[in-house]
């Protein structure tokens, strides 16, 4: 049962953090934020880092992370190998990343994606389960933990 | 300066690849076309993989990932801490993922993205500089090449 969403981000995208926050409260989830709390400049690593360790640690169920474009920090969780991030900017996407891939975080572009649009994306992310068959095979397939064990 | 694209799908995004390979080669570029060839059904992790690695070893300058929504691909291309890889649907993106994040990989989705779309996501990260700056020092920490080296 997903409970607990870890969410995080850089400046850039502090205040659609703090407006997702609040709705996945009212919607009955409990959030983790892990910042930042202020607009001064961070750099995006940092956060997605720390919310790919939140996931991968098992201190939350799923994570949100959020950057300008969403790319940067889409990047950075992904180099942990046991999360999986779709970076999405629409439903489909968010839905498809937990059907065929077992998503475990979303990420989006603040300066991007709008309010609206990134809360379907996120329930989209929260409601969907895993179709598991053929695509579970390639799932375990992106959890190799280091390049060596990665096919030539 | 940008001479040789590597490009890998997986079975779902085989005629985009090649619409995109040809335009490529008619565009000047040289291509190197990863696979796979035919319809069979094809794992994307593997062609991933594949696809990192020939960016990461310097054999491609650049990259193109396909898979039906983009989003496995991408996730399998960014396990390898030497590429920065960008899922987009749009031009927009495409620009970004270049000035910010030095992408040197785009991803698509072929069940999302028409093929005039994905040319011209693919045209705009061809020809969009890194603005470097502060965004060198948000770069260069996502070459982290381990887990343990991440901040926590």
Chains 1, 2 share one sequence.
């Not at 409260?25 to 709390?37: A, K, S, T």
């Not at 439903?91 to 603040?110: F, T, V």
Request: glycine share 8%; aromatic share 4%; net charge negative.
């Amino acid at each position: 049962m997903v409970a607990r969403i870890a969410i995080a981000s850089d400046h850039a995208a502090i205040d659609l953090k703090a407006a997702l926050a609040g709705w996945l409260r009212d919607e009955g989830y409990e959030v983790i934020d892990l910042g930042p709390v202020d607009p001064a400049s961070v750099d995006y690593p940092d956060y997605g880092y720390k919310l790919a360790r939140a996931v991968s640690e098992g201190r939350a169920d799923r994570g949100v992370a959020l950057c300008g474009s969403g790319i940067g920090i889409s990047i950075a969780v992904n180099r942990n190998p046991a999360v999986r991030c779709a970076l999405v900017a629409e439903p489909l996407s968010a839905r498809l990343a937990r059907e065929h891939n077992d998503a475990n975080i979303i990420a989006m572009g603040a300066r991007l994606v709008g309010e609206e649009m990134a809360k379907a994306c996120v329930d989209a992310f929260l409601t969907t389960d895993f179709l598991g068959g053929r695509h579970q095979r390639r799932v375990d397939k992106l959890s190799h933990p280091a390049l060596e064990e990665q096919p030539a």
